[in-house]
């Protein structure tokens, strides 16, 4: 394995397709933002909607009759549906907000498996300038509470199964939630009290309607993200965001029209919509949505069945794959798959030579965030591979490598190789505009001209970067970001539970996983059976996605002199490191 | 090993993973994952819970056959030395 070079040059095989971006520097020297918005579609006096960008704009064009999603139910069902219908369906939800006296910037929630609705739902509500929020399905009640009140949703989407699990119980406690929109997944009407029916809304209105002329700087979309203290971050991305999920659809994603195109990432993650919804279909692909959860044969049978051409998926399933071993690979052929992207965290070097050996292709890593809203650094058709790392920054992407100086002063790091925090130039389209209700936490991102990414990277001499860690406690658990504090604060629900520190565990499989570490109260007693109700009582309020997938019980936490629980020794003394500098603690430990 | 044994097993091994649920009050005919909450890597170490408990090879490419608690159960009594 050590045997591979260190750079994996492109053969003719990956570039079949004339890719978007073949010169990185004369493109990347070329590239303007200016030129890029006059190629969106856009509206009468410089009004951007993404839903008009993604759908609307196709029925003047011959994409018009391209299927833009197709949708593989559980159970093998399927659903084409065409950019022309795409269109009446998302008028048809925009009509039944409007029916429902939602206004412009009222914030909608979406809470739902990777059905139909979800994205009838998203785009529908863009058409008509609400806000969209999506949720992770695997989220528990406790980090849906949360969200939904500091998003003060006006309206969820769900299902009648989501909804009686993980909602009914918080209903309560959400007084700005007025209207729960319901999909019955057999297609039954739903009558579940203080909900109404989706189907039965959609049935009643025209499948007309006139898209909102919404302003480039007016908000479009809320991602919630974790930080390492206090409740999750609610990051807001305004419509004019579309043009950098049209450049780099173009640029990262080499999306043609005619490519069959399949993002594995959950729509209830950025990923999963800027590039799950809004990037390919502004570029009128197919796009394939599969509801199942993964599994290895699945997923090579879908490849293959649907001739997907782009691939967009993330470390953790491409582990899983490497996992099931090649001859899982071999009974399967992908002659129409060209590119192959991935990202959610860093890509192992094996794992991009595992593309090219075993799918024949190399896997294009890249990175970005929440808050970037796009791709911003990646592996472009455009330049070799080094494996394992995140490439290089995309036309329109200025980034740089920084170090907060004693004064105070954020200064850049021109020197290759040396370790300091990713920043960006601020000015991109898609940069989030700001943490809901949240100000001083937003401007905190920012210094010197500089947008503080918050990961460790270096940069080498050939400009590509490498990442190298979190600068703070946030923990990357196949490829989504888990605050710490939430789930500790829910341990700390426990009567028995005193205190509790959570950290990312290194894992093999899906980069960190959740571990908690616990001190109990006088009267209790560590044991087998507390550990599992524990285990159980986090699951319960949090969801599999979040909860600590180990618990370990300490008879107390480090904690620094201003008493706050000390992570990194917590990490320090799992992964058996030096634990560094200890005169902050507490007694000097 | 009996049938009714096997199933209280498979229960443990579920539960040993997600403490929270009551397998017993589940429907074992239905599709697992759509029950309960179950994310990759639960379902993996459920998996793994069983190969290492019961001593039984699961090859990967069967993972698609194992859905519903009742699939699991007669795919392990196969499996298993009548």
């Not at chain 1, 750079?7 to 520097?25: A, F, G, Q, S």
């Not at chain 1, 001859?327 to 991935?342: G, N, Q, V, W």
């Not at chain 1, 504090?485 to 426990?494: D, G, Y």
Request: charged share 25%; net charge negative; hydrophobic share 40%.
């Amino acid at each position: 394995m050590n045997s591979r070079p260190e750079i994996l040059l492109k053969t003719e095989n990956d570039l079949r397709v004339m890719p978007h971006l073949h010169h990185y520097d004369i493109q990347r020297a070329r590239f303007s933002w200016d030129e890029a918005r006059g190629e969106l579609a856009g509206l009468p006096g410089g009004a951007i909607n993404i839903a008009h960008e993604a759908v609307d704009k196709h029925l003047a064009q011959h994409t018009r009759e391209h299927v833009a999603l197709r949708w593989i139910g559980k159970r093998g069902e399927k659903r084409d549906i065409r950019y022309n219908e795409l269109a009446q369906l998302t008028n048809r939800f925009a009509n039944v907000l409007r029916e429902l006296g939602v206004a412009k910037g009222d914030r909608l929630f979406i809470l739902c498996g990777r059905i139909p609705e979800l994205y009838i739902a998203a785009l529908g509500a863009l058409k008509s300038g609400t806000v969209v929020s999506p949720l992770f399905s695997a989220f528990g009640p406790e980090p849906l509470k949360t969200r939904l009140a500091i998003g003060e949703g006006k309206v969820l989407v769900t299902t009648e199964t989501l909804y009686k699990r993980k909602v009914a119980s918080i209903r309560d406690q959400l007084p700005a939630l007025q209207y729960v929109l319901l999909v019955n997944e057999n297609g039954n009407p739903t009558a579940v009290p203080g909900t109404l029916d989706l189907a039965q809304l959609m049935a009643d209105v025209p499948d007309t309607f006139t898209v909102e002329a919404t302003r480039p700087e007016d908000p479009a979309l809320l991602h919630f993200t974790s930080g390492t203290t206090g409740t999750p971050k609610g990051a807001l991305h305004v419509h004019g965001a579309a043009v950098t999920h049209w450049a780099t659809g173009r640029y990262a994603l080499d999306l043609h029209a005619d490519d069959i195109y399949w993002c594995t990432a959950d729509p209830g993650w950025v990923t999963g919509t800027s590039y799950g919804i809004v990037a390919p279909l502004m570029h009128g692909v197919t796009c394939i949505i599969d509801e199942a959860e993964f599994d290895a044969e699945h997923w090579y049978q879908l490849l293959q069945e649907q001739q997907v051409s782009v691939w967009y998926t993330a470390p953790t399933a491409i582990r899983m794959l490497m996992k099931a071993g090649p001859e899982a690979a071999r009974r399967y052929r992908f002659p129409k798959l060209r590119f192959i992207a991935s990202v959610g965290e860093p890509l192992n070097p094996e794992a991009v030579w595992w593309g090219k050996e075993v799918l024949g292709l190399p896997i294009h890593d890249n990175w970005w965030q929440t808050e970037t809203g796009g791709i911003v650094i990646a592996n472009t058709p455009a330049f070799p591979i080094k494996p394992g790392s995140m490439g290089r920054p995309l036309p329109g992407m200025d980034a740089g490598i920084v170090r907060k100086r004693d004064d105070g002063v954020i200064e850049e790091i021109t020197t290759p190789d040396v370790e300091g925090e990713l920043a960006l130039k601020p000015g991109w389209p898609s940069m989030f505009r700001g943490y809901l209700n949240q100000e001083e936490r937003y401007r905190k991102c920012f210094a010197s001209g500089w947008y503080l990414t918050g990961d460790l990277a270096k940069r080498d001499a050939d400009g590509y970067y490498w990442f190298v860690g979190r600068a703070d406690d946030v923990i990357k658990s196949a490829g989504h970001l888990i605050g710490p504090f939430e789930v500790e604060s829910a341990l700390m629900e426990h009567p028995a539970v005193a205190e509790a520190g959570v950290i990312g565990k290194p894992d093999a499989m899906v980069g960190e996983v959740v571990k908690a570490f616990v001190s109990l109260k006088t009267g209790h007693s560590a044991s087998e059976a507390l550990r599992m109700e524990l285990l159980g009582h986090a699951r319960k309020r949090l969801g599999a996605a979040v909860a600590p997938k180990e618990i370990a019980f300490l008879p107390s936490l480090p904690r620094t002199r201003s008493g706050k629980i000390m992570r990194r020794l917590l990490k320090a003394r799992e992964l058996g490191l030096p634990e560094g500098d200890t005169s902050m603690l507490e007694g000097g430990a | 090993m009996q049938t009714a044994e096997l199933r209280n097993t498979v229960h443990a091994i579920l539960q040993s993973i997600a403490p929270e649920i009551d397998p017993t009050a589940l429907d074992a005919a239905a599709p697992l994952r759509e029950q309960i909450d179950l994310d990759s890597m639960d379902y993996l170490n459920f998996i793994i819970g069983m190969h290492e408990r019961l001593n039984v090879d699961i090859p990967e490419s069967d993972y698609q056959k194992l859905v519903s608690l009742d699939d699991i159960v007669n795919y392990l009594r196969g499996k298993l030395p009548a």
